[in-house]
């Protein structure tokens, strides 16, 4: 396996790592979601919560979609570009 492969690779492992090392010692060590949290309710869920949850996820929804569309459609000219102008175009994407 080359670094090519690897890299991705480790990155995978190492934050499904930290998320099941993180829930280990919250829920099951020092159990801190048992005084908070007494479970899934199905009266809590009501239309006015529902009209609440989509005013705020909607607008933050629409934004991340546009910020890939943003990233797509630079990608996209940067590929007509040529290689030189692409990483250059990428890197400063990525910044």
Known sequence: ???WQACPLTTVVTEYAMAMG????ACRLKRLHS????GWDKDEITWSR???FLALSAPAA??????WWRVTVIGVFAARMGP????????????
């Open 1 to 3: 396996m080359n670094f």
């Open 62 to 67: 629409a934004s991340m979609a546009s910020d």
């Open 22 to 25: 993180f829930w280990f010692y």
């Open 84 to 95: 030189v102008q692409i990483s250059v175009c990428m890197y400063s994407v990525c910044m």
């Open 35 to 38: 005084e908070t949290w007494g």
């Open 50 to 52: 529902i009209k609440e």
